[in-house]
């Protein structure tokens, strides 16, 4: 073996991990917004943790991404510690998966059928399969597809030329003599740990390990305390994004070092007890000595994390504590969670989905927000009036934040689908901080008026409450459809939309009636004025809520063009649901147009 061939070696590994990255990317793409929804089942129930964690981890081909995750969402306040533990467990298990695909390319026979199970027998057509699927698909998912079926081509290529460069080794005494050393389990270890911690991935760091096995060198004594230091290596990772983010963020890097540190502490031992009674009382030999290949590299990894996960599980709470005790809470500040943590940008259609929920949670504070006002024009409190401004910020800070990360989001590679969502969540949070602002303008009316003691006329309170009425309605409807993205609800706001505007624009006039005959006094003209104009901004704003969700649901998006179209078409739906309304909000209440 040669210098050549330890550049061969190193471009093995980077196709390894070049695979592996594009294969991971196109499932994460591929499985979307399920993983947010699957992470959003999690309970207070540990086994649902532990089988979710294995299922995420399954589907994205990589348990330090998921980790990765984990402290994003503890950092960001949306998981809590004791919640990620079963998470990471189910992680151990889960990424197993990985070294029995690559444990295919120790396959050796002569029979069709079992030839065709290697990796590099069917690598290039699944390579063919997946550029066809790239170069001619117009959906993104079916690209994705495509991505995916390429990285695992290029993944197996990487190892079969990690497994060429390797096979040299066997012959040459120096590589003999050199794997004494890692007899040593200790040795062993510390080099599993190093390695995968440099690269950074445990299932580059197997396969590096299941390609070395084909020498014939590699016996179990050596390979499995380096596969338990390479589970031990793989929470780097999680170390690494754990810097800078909050106390609880940190733990859950602590609880992932820890499940693999007590891992090695019970399994290494007891290894070596069984290795004893093999070979005093059943075999009369010993497994230490006994050569290794791939697919005895892929049942050491899963045996070690499958029974670390057994011995651990059933004291996640006590895991919990030791991470809790390992890091310490030294200040109020370190208590402070993040609105949304930058690592979540790492998985883009998860984080689009917190992103929906948070922007689903901004827009219920603010319609909450804007009746606590309306209720105050006819019964003043000082208490609900510290609710609304204290509330307020709160919404201007979701706008702000929000927005800020969305932008960064958009900056990622996206499907076609998550672009469209970052748009629609974009125009959304817009006008959600819109009817806040507005919840402030009316309360500031409705605290004139109880300083002044004044009082609308019961002609004036009776429009205003059939207005209220039609806004209530419409911004359910306009909640409803947003958060349920249900773009028939979303059709049914513009038709009552503009029977609000017909409402508000025959309160207005009555009102200048009552001002020429003197049932009515100028500045309360101008109050009622000042609330009326909130309603239709607030209405108004409904309105660009629906008509952006329909827009992006037809791919197009002019506003204007959309509803002239829509008006002047006699689209009957529209017809149908405008009369439905105007009925109900007009004529069954006796208002005069």
Known sequence: MDIFSIFTLCGGLAFFLYGMNVMSSGLEKVAGGRLEKMLKMMTSNPLKSLALGAGIT?????????????????????????????????????????????????????????RLLKPESFSPI?????????????????????????????????????????????????????LTAFTNPLLGLIIGIIFTGVIQSSAASIGVLQALSMTGGITCGMAIPIVMGMNVGTCVTALISSIGVNTNAKRVAVAHITCNIFGVLICLP???????????????SQIITNTINPVGIALAHTA??????????????????????????????????????????????????????????????????????????NKFSEIRMGKILRKEPRIDLYEDKLGTFLVKLSNKDLTEKDSHEISKLLHSISDFERIGDHAVSILKVAKEMNEKQLTFSDEAKFELNSVVNALSEIMDITMEAFCENNIE?????????????????TAKNNHVERLR???????????????????ERVSDHCSNVAVCMIQIEQSAFDKHKYLNTLKNSGEEEFKENFEFYKDKYIYKQGITV
């Not at 917190?354 to 009746?371: H, L, Q, S, V």
């Open 58 to 114: 399954i589907a994205i081909q990589s348990s330090s991404a998921l980790t990765v995750m984990l402290v994003g969402l503890v950092n960001s306040g949306i998981m809590e510690l004791g919640q990620t533990i079963g998470v990471i467990m189910g992680a151990h298990v889960g990424t197993t998966l990985t070294a029995w695909i690559l444990s295919l390319s120790g396959i050796e026979s002569t029979n069709f059928i079992l």
């Open 126 to 178: 699944v390579a063919l399969i997946g550029i066809i699927m790239m170069m001619s698909a117009k959906r993104d998912k079916t690209k994705s597809v495509g991505s995916i079926l390429i990285g695992f081509a290029v993944l197996m290529y990487g190892m079969q030329i990690m497994s060429g460069a390797m096979k040299p080794l066997a012959n040459m005494p120096e590589f003999t003599h050199l």
């Open 270 to 284: 007891l290894f070596f007890i069984l290795d004893y009674i093999a070979e005093h009382y059943i075999f009369h």
């Open 304 to 377: 070690f994390n499958v029974m670390t996960t057994i011995f651990l599980f059933p004291f996640i709470k006590q895991i919990e504590k030791i991470a809790v005790w390992a890091v310490k809470s030294k200040t109020e500040k370190d208590e402070e969670t993040v609105f949304l943590d930058d690592l979540l940008l790492n998985t883009p259609s998860f984080a689009i989905g917190e992103c929906k929920t948070i922007a689903d949670r901004m827009g219920i504070m603010a319609k909450k927000n804007f009746f606590r006002s309306i209720k105050m024009i």
């Open 489 to 505: 609800k979303a059709k049914k706001v513009e038709p009552l939309e503009q029977v609000i505007d017909i409402l508000i624009a």
């Open 517 to 535: 005959k003197g049932d009515c006094t100028i500045e309360l003209g101008f109050m009622l004025n000042e609330v009326l104009n909130s309603i």
